[in-house]
């Protein structure tokens, strides 16, 4: 995550994790996680998705985070999988240590972004999957246009040392490393989640763009018939297989 960002609390991760469960659980599924035996959490937080992993496979889970305090922390739920703290840029395991690795919303935090695809293409056994699920902010669609953060995001993830645009970045990164890759869009739209806000309350805003957010919650909070509101994250999920 870039040092300018901290960690979403546990809470807030766990509420993302259940927003993208659906999506996940096919990857999953697809993947044929239950006959996976050595499998990698990369960015794996307080273990919001871990134990996921953990009760769908048969073989060992190892769950890496650059912030030890997330692997410690009393609310994290890692379900007996191996805990390392390290870096996606330069991954401590040996070559071709995994069969199976999962990203979600973890990429976006990375940069270069090169350097962790390459240590995943590395640490990725031959027929390895990467499965990433990773939004792209610069697709946000929001309506009406009063409730639109579209430009807070983009400014404040960039700031932060974020991607904002990470979705469409990785797949090309991915094909130059060698894998053959699938690419599918969430294609769900559910109603606006309120809390969008309070996550982009977490990342540096200047105090202009804290007024305009402010601002924008008031009217959004306002709007209360059924479709009265749109507020759409692409995410790309992606299915990439080590050659």
């Not at 071709?96 to 990429?107: E, G, R, V, W, Y």
Request: with cysteine; net charge neutral.
């Amino acid at each position: 995550m870039g040092a300018s960002a901290a960690l979403p609390l546990p809470e807030q991760l766990t509420l993302q994790a259940q927003w993208l469960a659906p999506a996940r659980s096919r990857l999953l599924r697809e993947s044929g996680i239950a006959y996976r035996q050595r499998v990698f959490d990369l960015g794996a937080g307080y273990g919001a998705v871990t134990a996921e992993l953990v009760r769908r496979g048969d073989g060992r889970v190892t769950a890496l985070d650059r912030e030890f305090a997330a692997l410690t922390h009393p609310q994290s739920t890692f379900a007996g999988a191996w805990r390392v703290c390290g870096d996606a840029r330069e991954l401590p395991f040996a070559a071709h240590s995994f069969d199976l690795a999962l990203s979600q919303c973890t990429l976006l935090w990375t940069a270069p972004l090169d350097a962790a695809v390459a240590e995943l293409a590395r640490v990725l056994a031959p027929g390895g999957v990467l499965l990433a699920l990773e939004p792209d902010y610069g697709g946000l669609i929001e309506y009406p246009p009063a409730i639109a953060t579209r430009s807070l995001w983009l400014a404040a993830l960039s700031r932060a040392g974020a991607n904002p645009l990470v979705g469409r970045t990785l797949p090309g990164l991915l094909a130059a490393q060698g894998f053959n890759v699938r690419v599918r869009l969430f294609e769900v739209l559910p109603p606006p989640a309120p809390e969008r806000f309070a996550f982009l309350e977490g990342l540096p805003l200047t105090l202009e763009e804290r007024a305009t957010l402010t601002s924008i919650e008031h009217q959004a909070r306002a709007l209360k018939g059924p479709w009265s509101q749109i507020a759409h994250l692409p995410f790309f999920l992606i299915t990439a297989v080590r050659d």
